[in-house]
């Protein structure tokens, strides 16, 4: 009956209905159907037609009329009966919303270098390493001319989603702000071409909840969940984090990139 799409039975004729005829007699219906909404008829021989309900058809019904013009796409077919205890079926909106229900994908990483005032990020060994030394020039929302080398170890996008955002935890020595950050850019695949990315997902450790008012040597959460950033299959996220000023030591995260897309 159709792929991708779902049908419940709602009920079942309990006459046979001649070629270019209406009403289908049925058991008392359970759903309401409004003027409009398409059917599924199935005889018990497995022949398929599919209609459309010409008025209202309320809870307890006996019958329901159909569109029967031949010249319609969505008419009965007027060459054959249709037999008693047939089944009725309709779109599940229910069951389709449940197999279509959201999923969410998380992406667990870390990173640990000297604090500086300018974006860093990983090495080419990427996400993998735990050591990160791309020192970049840049300190606002895009990181200028990435290099292939550094494209190339990106997080890939596997298919469309959204970017919902980013949980990170900050261990800084020193009592500085640290930031992290998401940024997105799509390669230019099988090309030698450097890359500006863009900043989609900023995340600022944040001590305000207390108890306490220093970002050095504790753990300091910080999250941004509301990025709702469309990705597209091939795109590449690069995680980056800089402090507010150079120096000030060691700097340690840990990251949670979270993704959400509706398909099975």
């Not at 409009?36 to 599919?50: A, E, N, Y």
């Not at 863009?198 to 970002?215: E, F, K, L, M, Q």
Request: glycine share 6%; hydrophobic share 35%.
């Amino acid at each position: 009956m159709g792929m991708n799409v779902l049908y419940k039975t709602i009920t079942t004729t309990t006459a046979e209905l001649a070629p270019n005829s209406t009403p289908l007699n049925v058991v008392a219906t359970t759903i309401p159907l409004k003027t409009g909404d398409v059917i599924c008829v199935v005889t018990p021989k497995g022949q398929v037609f599919k209609t459309e309900v010409t008025s209202n058809v309320a809870v307890g019904s006996t019958n329901i009329p159909i569109n029967v013009k031949t010249n319609e796409a969505l008419g009965i077919h007027n060459d054959f009966d249709i037999p008693k205890f047939s089944a009725i079926f309709i779109d599940d909106l229910d069951t389709q919303k449940y197999s279509r229900r959201v999923s969410q994908m998380y992406i667990n990483f870390s990173s640990q270098a000297a604090a500086s005032r300018f974006w860093t990020t990983f090495s080419s060994s990427g996400i993998s390493n735990h050591s990160w030394n791309t020192v970049t020039t840049d300190t606002g929302n895009t990181l200028n001319d990435v290099e292939e080398a550094i494209q190339s170890v990106g997080i890939v996008i596997p298919f469309d989603c959204t970017l919902v955002g980013m949980m990170c935890i900050f261990y800084r020595v020193g009592n500085y702000q640290s930031t992290a950050a998401l940024f997105h850019g799509t390669p230019i695949y099988n090309d030698l071409n450097d890359l500006d990315m863009t900043n989609v997902c900023n995340v600022d450790a944040d001590n305000s909840a207390g108890p306490d008012s220093n970002y050095s040597q504790r753990p300091v959460k910080g999250e941004n969940l509301i990025a709702s950033f469309p990705l597209s299959a091939g795109d590449i996220l690069l995680p980056a984090f800089k402090g507010t000023t150079d120096g000030g030591g060691n700097l340690r995260i840990s990251y949670t990139v979270i993704l959400e897309s509706d398909k099975l």
